[in-house]
């Protein structure tokens, strides 16, 4: 039987959704998305034992982080899910205050296990590793905030961004197995924004044939739709006419960016 791995979006204006949490659903990775405006303007985060990886969707925002590793105040602002945008790392054990700047702001938590007393990181626009991966009808552009430039527990994080009627995760790539280097048991999430919003894609999460519990699972995902991938391939395309972002968190029992393999029967495109 196949898992119901997509939530769709509970977003229904100001404020604070709970789309997953660690050990419910998925075992190593949580994540929240806020909907600022109206009367919430302001809003607080404990991390706890989680680190966290707050993402910044189109509005403007001011953080105050307060951690064991210093304080961090910075201010966030964003036009559009089709162009860059900022990220914040904030260690286990420290508090957040999220001020709205604007009319209106969404912002993303991703959270995983994470070790108190580091410090708070500000990945600004500049500073963000961006590639445009892939050719012809399956190129997009790979955002990546937190890796190696980050000392994150568990956390790697970052954003893709499909052009109208493109794919991503082509050829269709997984990280379930214990292999490394090449390959790290991870999972992930994947959260989804569409330009204009009442678009949509197509994604499809499916174990290699020789998983002892294999399942095949396909979603027409939408604007504020969450994902969530325990493990197998899971290839994106976006609907003509609407660019396709989506935010997505890695955390597992290892932590290596790029240790994952290509479905070996799809691999053949990378030549052509």
């Known amino acids: 039987m196949n898992p119901n791995l997509q939530i769709k979006s509970p977003l229904r204006g100001p404020g604070v959704y709970p789309i997953v949490q660690r050990g419910q659903g998925l075992k190593h990775l949580s994540f929240t998305v806020l909907e600022m405006g109206g009367t919430l303007r302001e809003h607080t985060v404990e991390s706890g034992d989680e680190e966290l990886a707050v993402d910044f969707y189109p509005g403007s925002v001011r953080v105050e982080v307060d ?25 286990a054990g420290a508090r957040m205050k999220i001020k709205l700047l604007s009319d209106a702001a969404r912002v993303g938590i991703a ?29 997009r552009t790979v955002h990546t905030h937190i890796a ?10 970052g ?7 493109n794919w991503s995760s082509s050829p269709p790539h997984k990280h379930d197995r214990h292999n490394p280097p090449s390959e790290v048991p991870m999972e992930e ?4 924004q569409v330009e204009p919003r009442t ?6 999460v499916y174990t290699d044939p020789a998983d002892p519990a294999p399942f095949d699972c396909a979603y027409t995902v939408e604007d504020g739709d969450t994902v969530l991938i325990p493990r197998g391939y899971h ?13 997505w968190a890695l955390a597992g029992e290892g932590r ?13 495109i990378k030549d052509t």
């Open 67 to 91: 951690a064991a590793g210093g304080r961090l105040v910075r201010e966030a602002s964003r036009r559009s899910v089709g162009e860059a945008g900022e990220m914040l790392y904030v260690p």
């Open 111 to 139: 959270g995983a296990a994470g070790k108190p007393g580091g410090k708070p990181v500000f990945i600004s626009r500049e500073q963000v590793v961006s590639k445009r991966v892939g050719k012809k009808s399956w190129f």
């Open 148 to 157: 190696d430039n980050v000392e994150a527990s568990h956390l790697i994080v």
């Open 159 to 165: 954003e893709t961004v499909n052009e109208p009627g």
């Open 189 to 192: 999430v994947y959260f989804f």
């Open 199 to 204: 678009g949509f894609g197509f994604m499809r």
């Open 235 to 247: 290839p994106v395309v976006a609907f003509p006419g609407y660019v396709l972002n989506y935010t």
């Open 256 to 268: 290596t960016y790029g240790a994952w393999s290509d479905d070996p029967r799809h691999a053949w």
